[in-house]
């Protein structure tokens, strides 16, 4: 398979980690004879540096006529620290899932067992939780209709949905649920947001075409606890774009770091791939960032294009690195690896899954490849 990948580093640390992923597809092109072809394109803090705007056309132009998107991270202090800001990295992000028609975000909560002591929360409550959620994407509060009066001291963010909004992302969801436990829960605030009163009706009316899905309801402050108390109750999570967003960032701690959870941002026609981490500036240039999430959403992007043998070499060349410990300090405070080094030792794991004899942590070296 031949496939041309937009590659959006971004700021932070996303240039180190998606160098990672790029690696392993490299890898997998080798191994399985496919062709990865990867241009790079300014988006986020750097290119509002170097171009005044978060989303140069030019980057634009190159997403609408890829096969996919990978994407690093946005964000920069400079920008967040400073609320009179008019451009911001976040907009270029926005803007670019509402041009390629990105309306589906989903993201896979899965805690890895040689890690479930990592977790904040007791291992009984963890251990056997698996479950995605589906969150909105193009809608909702952060695209809605945004007000701010001469003085500064009166603020709005219009929150709407449609019946088609909510319709077809609906539909994925339940699909995905047909393929999994077939239990599908909506996640709203009925009892107060008309647009999450027509959420429920929606999702409701949609639900009838799969009568071999349970669905159920839950407010969105008794989700949050939920997921916190009893995630393993759950198996596809429904949601509108904000609570989706804070939703999703919170079950990220059942795995025990934010920098192991990859999404797919999914349109009629386009895919975006990610980290759902930020660009976390502080460790810039460290080689101290987790990549195994950039890596992950490389799986998830071979998946997407029914490589699904290639992406489960991902995935288990990722349990490896966890089970040999060779882990960014995230994940083991005294680590001696780094970003670089987990991402070697993927991409060696793919180039030499077979050969294990290596694959222990004694001959395992920051700088050092075990497998060539």
């Not at 386009?270 to 490389?298: D, T, V, W």
């Amino acid at each position: 398979m031949n496939l041309k990948i937009a590659v959006l580093p971004g700021d932070g640390i996303g240039p180190e980690v998606i160098l990672q992923a790029k690696k392993a597809l490299y890898a997998i092109g080798e191994v399985y004879n496919h062709e990865f072809v990867f241009e790079e394109a300014l988006m986020g803090a750097v290119a509002i540096d170097k171009t005044g705007n978060p989303l140069p056309e030019q980057t634009l132009n190159l997403c609408l006529n890829t096969d996919a998107v990978l994407l690093g991270a946005i964000g920069d202090p400079k920008y967040d620290n400073n609320p009179n800001a008019k451009v911001r990295p976040e907009q270029g992000l926005l803007k670019l899932r509402k041009e390629l028609g990105l309306f589906a975000n989903i993201r896979p909560i899965k805690p890895y067992k040689a890690l479930i002591e990592s977790s904040p929360l007791k291992r009984e409550i963890i251990e056997g939780a698996d479950f995605t959620i589906f969150r909105e994407l193009t809608g909702g509060a952060y695209f809605g209709t945004k007000t701010l009066n001469e003085e500064g001291t009166h603020a709005s963010d219009l929150c709407e949905y449609s019946e088609e909004e909510i319709t077809r992302i609906a539909h994925l969801a339940f699909q995905s649920a047909q393929k999994r436990r077939k239990k599908l829960t909506m996640v709203d605030k009925a009892n107060v947001l008309e647009t999450s009163r027509l959420w429920r009706k929606v999702v409701q009316k949609v639900s009838e075409n799969y009568p071999d899905v349970k669905l159920d309801f839950l407010f969105v402050d008794n989700a949050a606890m939920q997921l916190i108390l009893n995630p393993k109750q759950f198996d596809v999570i429904l949601t509108e774009n904000l609570f989706g967003d804070i939703l999703s960032d919170e079950a990220s701690v059942i795995t025990g770091s934010i920098g192991l959870l990859p999404s797919v941002s999914l349109g009629k026609k386009n895919a975006l791939f990610e980290p759902i981490h930020g660009s976390y500036p502080q460790a810039k240039g460290k080689n101290i960032a987790n990549p195994i999430a950039s890596i992950l959403a490389a799986a998830l992007l071979l998946e997407h294009f029914g490589l699904t043998k290639e992406a489960h070499v991902i995935y288990k060349a990722v349990e490896k690195a966890i089970e040999y410990k060779v882990v960014t300090v995230d994940l083991k405070p005294d680590s001696k690896f780094g970003t670089n080094e987990v991402g070697e030792f993927v991409s060696n794991f793919i180039f030499s899954k077979d050969d294990l004899l290596y694959f222990n942590n004694d001959n395992v070296s920051i700088g050092q490849s075990t497998i060539v």
